[in-house]
């Protein structure tokens, strides 16, 4: 009894410190989150259907849910000794090898994909264990089958094969689903400005991408007047969308989020950081794969797979950011759930017209709904001033 009490301490990492920012090694873990986007937005830009689309989206939702897990476990575990970073870069090096992975994941490179998966999960659970910050050591407990039925789930699609690896992504798949409904972060503890300020960097690290899928498309031929048009445009395109998020929302949201009973913060966290956070970075993705085709060949009509996949990219985007704002009560949504549908209309620009002219086109709704959100913020408070000028006479 005497020396599990004083091993338990030894076990246990310091509590990390309120308000300390994010480390450079959760910066350095995050370059293979670039390479992972990069990955999937190469798997949607050579499917030759749906079913890439499909392949595309199971595997950001497996990658993304461990992912954020380590967000969840840096914010209680702050790597900054031995003992903790070196479980944080041998996970690293786990994620490296499922992104190597992507293009092939559902054929000759499943096994690597399944096992590296496999050994994230252990790190994570062991390396959360260690947690000091309230009750997450005992939570882990509760997540960690569920994990580890992702994985199995993952290992049955190496099993099978390409004709039916996708019952085992759908089995994953659906258990990260009914983990997310059951509520079954409850327990866990969080450092909110850490929290808010880790997932900000998630949102840069996609936009990111769409960025190098601009810088790709042109190709060099920056020298050609529609090419330089077209990248010009993308920027401004981009611009509006990192505006939407980090003109207001991003610090907004850390307030909000900080001010919620620490029994709901877990809940919350799912909600506006992970399912949110999930359908801003599929809509980035979505859109940088049209941004390589469109900034590649302004000058050309796109297919109707590929008009609707960029017009869907902004529109998903939009439709995280309403999601977003209206868990965390940052501010009006309806400019945001207007322009999400009006994005889709850009489609058959285009289709009848060229790639460059929906570019422009869905930059136009995006400006609009970033000057009507902002004009929707003023409101208020102009009818506030109104009412009390009606009182006063």
């Not at 986007?37 to 849910?65: K, R």
């Not at 997540?143 to 199995?152: R, V």
């Not at 797979?305 to 501010?331: D, I, P």
Request: charged share 10%.
């Amino acid at each position: 009894m005497w020396a599990m009490t004083v091993k338990r301490p030894r076990l246990q990492a310091p509590r990390p410190v309120d308000g300390a920012p994010v480390t450079t090694l959760e910066l350095f873990f995050d370059l293979v989150f670039v390479f992972s986007v990069t990955q999937l937005t190469g798997l949607v830009l050579h499917s030759h259907g749906a079913s890439g689309y499909l392949h595309a989206g199971a595997v950001l939702v497996v990658i993304f849910w461990m992912y954020d897990g380590y967000a969840w476990l840096s914010n209680n575990v702050g790597p900054n000794s031995a003992s903790t970073r070196i479980p944080m870069l041998l996970a690293m090096t786990g994620f490296l090898v499922m992104a190597i992975a992507i293009p092939n994941v559902f054929g000759h490179t499943a096994w690597q994909f399944a096992v590296a998966y496999l050994l994230v999960v252990a790190l994570h659970a062991w390396s959360f264990t260690r947690s000091s910050l309230g009750s997450s050591a005992v939570a882990i407990r509760g997540i960690l089958p569920y994990n580890l039925a992702i994985g199995l789930g993952l290992v049955l699609a190496a099993t099978l094969g390409p004709g039916h690896a996708w019952v085992g992504w759908t089995l994953s798949v659906l258990v990260i689903v009914v983990t997310v409904l059951r509520n079954n972060e409850s327990g866990f503890s969080l450092r909110a400005e850490h929290f808010a300020e880790r997932h900000q960097l998630i949102i840069i690290i996609a936009l990111g991408e769409t960025v190098i899928a601009t810088g790709l498309g042109a190709g060099g031929h920056i020298d050609k007047a529609q090419i330089l048009a077209a990248v010009l445009i993308s920027m401004a395109l981009i611009a509006g969308l990192w505006w939407l998020y980090f003109g207001a929302d991003d610090a907004r949201a850390s307030h909000a989020f900080a001010s919620i009973a620490p029994e709901r913060m877990a809940h919350e966290a799912i909600q506006a950081y992970f399912i949110a956070h999930l359908l801003h970075i599929a809509g980035l993705v979505l859109l940088a794969a049209g941004l390589h085709l469109v900034v590649h060949a302004p000058g050309h009509q796109l297919g109707a797979r590929m008009a609707l996949t960029m017009a869907a990219g902004c529109s998903t985007y939009l439709a995280g950011e309403v999601l977003f704002r209206a868990r965390l009560g940052l501010g009006a949504v309806l400019p945001l759930a207007v322009g999400s549908v009006a994005l889709l209309a850009t489609t058959t620009a285009g289709i009848w017209a060229t790639g460059l002219v929906q570019l422009g086109a869905m930059t136009v709704v995006v400006a609009a709904v970033v000057g009507a959100s902002a004009l929707a913020e003023r409101q208020p408070t102009s009818a506030s001033e109104g009412e009390l000028d009606i009182g006063n006479a």
